[in-house]
């Protein structure tokens, strides 16, 4: 069972290049989050999808895009890195009811713009 | 008033030593509550779900004061493996998708030491 597979696991952008981090879920989850932590704070939520075709902005959206073409997969693209989006990501799904909102996190990209 | 705000820690303590935690949310709305925890460079994971009245899970211990808005993690008997960063995360209805989103803490990093 791989549950949340994000790739990759490190990467490092020059300022103004563009990449797409990936994350796909094998458990049928509709609800699914990116999230970004910085050195010693919270997780800030970037954007959130409510199944297949839904998306929605986070705290935190400027300067990224997603889309949610099936189930399973919830890529985060970066058009135009920038020093301030060096930080750690955090792809995670749940389903939709139940009274423990468990989150399930995939293992997370360690992103550096320099 | 931050929407979830931790003890800042670091935390050090002997092995055996009970530690607890403190958190505050600013939401009264709030209906979910939880205790995960991150070990460094990992993913959070669900430490514990925390009911109004009060639940334990072997050597941990969680409650809630709704009424001063207030969530707490009580650890028993220390563990050198307990060492890790434990994030106070609170549902914020209404934000995230209809089952609302979640808003984790900053964290307090607890060490444990021999």
């Known amino acids: 069972n791989a549950g949340v597979t994000q790739t990759p696991k490190f990467r490092i952008l020059k300022i103004g290049q563009s990449m797409t981090l990936q994350c796909a879920q094998d458990m049928n989850h509709n609800y699914m989050y990116w999230y970004r932590q910085d050195p010693g704070m919270g997780l800030k939520l970037i954007y959130y999808?409510?199944?297949?075709?839904?998306?929605d902005k986070g705290e935190v959206p400027n300067g990224y895009n997603v889309s949610r073409s099936t189930t399973e997969d919830f890529p985060l693209r970066l058009e135009l890195a920038a020093p301030s989006q060096t930080s750690v990501y955090f792809c995670a799904s749940r389903p939709p009811r139940g009274r423990d909102e468990k989150l399930f996190f995939g293992s997370g990209t360690q992103l550096s713009v320099l | 008033r931050k929407e979830v705000e931790q003890d800042p820690g670091p935390f050090n303590v002997p092995e055996g030593a009970t530690v607890a935690f403190n958190c505050t949310y600013s939401n009264s709305a709030s209906q979910s509550f939880f205790w995960y925890r991150q070990d460094c460079r990992k993913e959070p994971k669900l430490l514990m779900s925390?009911?109004?009245s009060g639940n334990e899970d072997g050597r941990f211990t969680a409650q809630l004061n709704r009424a001063s808005q207030y969530i707490s993690l009580l650890i028993r008997d220390s563990k050198l493996s307990d060492s890790a960063t434990y994030l106070c995360?609170?549902?914020?209805?209404?934000?995230?998708?209809?089952?609302?989103?979640?808003?984790f803490g900053k964290g307090t990093k607890l060490s444990v030491k021999p």
């Open positions: 995360v609170v549902n914020k209805r209404g934000y995230g998708g209809s089952q609302g989103n979640l808003i």
């Open positions: 925390v009911y109004s």
């Open positions: 999808s409510v199944g297949a075709g839904i998306t």
